[in-house]
């Protein structure tokens, strides 16, 4: 029997090693929370510019505890100056005033009160939503269906939130006629630069989120400041921030140990996972355990997953205490049974012996501003708590 079990090890891996070849023709993945395809600089230094071109001076800046990929500096009267990692800029223009003359003409204004966005960033609805602000939104680029935040799909159902059209194909005659004033885009916005510059020629200037390039984890969910900013609810976002940091030290961080492979697989067998360096691995660190795939290139810049050969994968992954399997892509898993019966090889793992195979499920991506609490549920799952848990659930 045993010589028959290493046969039969044998040609699912063959069998696999085609999949995977197949799989890493086709590109990466597109789903909310995979890999991101376009460096930027998470050096402050290399993107923050202060200089407005008209002889304003900053008076202060916002004293960031994580993020990189931003900063806000304040000027006399109530500006504020924004400036992104991919070199936007951006001079938010309290209500009542107007921009001072001989602006530098890469800056785009953003006018307050923020009203009226067009939201086509997934990460970013989350933190309206925690800021009590979903009312400053009025048009949505993803659809109703596709959302995993209550509140979004109730403000769709009520029509206080409309589909707007998605970021490669909005609806202009719908987003004038709402009269949208900011449009909030994800880093896709990049592939299809026409759009950008058909907003911008309709006069919204537009926003590239960026939060799922900080190294950091709570770097993501801090960006809930930024826009608290925008809104005028600085205090409610440096609250809503505050909890979550103190959520993701609320344990003893002392490393467990264990080592977990998180990962998924996709359409073709092929298993994706994260690269060291990514906000996934290092929510796995701070939650006290180690990825398996350590020894992968660091994720500095482009792609922060890869598709990994499954006879690489296996090796890498069959040992893991723990395994953490990623349906926010995927389609979620009912039982260990489902997970087995999408590769056979699956049943030799050690954590899926041992029965500990979580999940993750699809909301995890679209809620950054629980990165405290998902650390939390992470750090329960690798102490065996299966209790109190809200974005990691036990398969058996």
């Not at 009226?116 to 990460?123: F, K, Q, R």
């Not at 499920?361 to 609490?373: C, H, L």
Request: aromatic content about 8%; charged content about 25%; overall charge negative.
């Amino acid at each position: 029997m045993g010589t028959l079990r290493r046969i039969l090890v044998a040609l699912l891996l063959c069998a696999s090693l085609v999949l995977c070849s197949c799989a890493s023709q086709g590109g990466q993945d597109s789903a909310s929370g995979s890999s991101q395809e376009s460096p930027y600089t998470t050096l402050v230094s290399d993107f923050h510019n202060t200089d407005l071109g008209c002889g304003w001076e900053p008076t202060g800046s916002m004293e960031l505890d994580f993020a990189t990929c931003f900063t806000v500096d304040y000027y006399a009267d109530g500006f504020a100056l924004v400036c992104t990692a991919d070199g936007g800029r951006y001079l938010v223009v309290p209500e009542g005033k107007d921009a001072p003359k001989e602006l530098a003409t890469d800056i785009q204004l953003i006018q307050q009160p923020v009203g009226n966005v067009y939201l086509a960033a997934s990460d970013s609805m989350c933190l309206f939503d925690a800021l009590g602000a979903l009312d400053r939104i009025c048009a949505s680029g993803i659809e109703r269906d596709d959302w995993y935040i209550d509140a979004a799909r109730a403000a769709m159902d009520k029509g206080d939130i409309m589909f707007g059209g998605k970021y490669r194909a909005p609806d202009y005659e719908l987003l004038v006629s709402s009269g949208v004033r900011l449009a909030i885009e994800s880093s896709m916005i990049n592939h299809t630069p026409e759009v950008r510059e058909k907003l911008l020629d309709l006069g919204i200037p537009v926003l590239t989120e960026l939060s799922s390039y900080e190294r950091e984890p709570l770097g993501r969910a801090e960006w809930i400041r930024l826009y608290g900013m925008l809104c005028g609810l600085d205090s409610r976002a440096r609250e809503v921030f505050d909890k979550q940091v103190a959520q993701a030290r609320s344990f003893d961080a002392s490393p467990t140990n264990k080592t977990v492979a998180f990962f998924y697989l996709n359409a073709n067998g092929a298993a994706v996972v994260r690269r060291p360096g990514d906000y996934v691995t290092s929510m796995i660190e701070e939650a006290g355990g180690r990825s398996v795939f350590e020894g992968l290139e660091e994720a500095a810049t482009g792609s922060s997953s890869t598709t990994m050969e499954m006879e690489q994968f296996y090796a890498a992954a069959k040992d893991a205490d723990v395994i953490i399997y990623n349906a926010t892509i995927d389609e979620p898993l009912a039982s260990l049974e489902e997970l087995v019966q999408k590769n056979a090889l699956l049943a030799d793992f050690k954590a899926v012996q041992t029965g500990d195979v979580w999940l993750c499920d699809q909301n995890m991506y679209q809620k950054m501003i629980a990165t405290g609490d998902i650390i939390a549920d992470i750090h329960k799952a690798l102490s065996g708590e299966s209790d109190g848990l809200t974005y990691l659930r036990r398969l058996a």
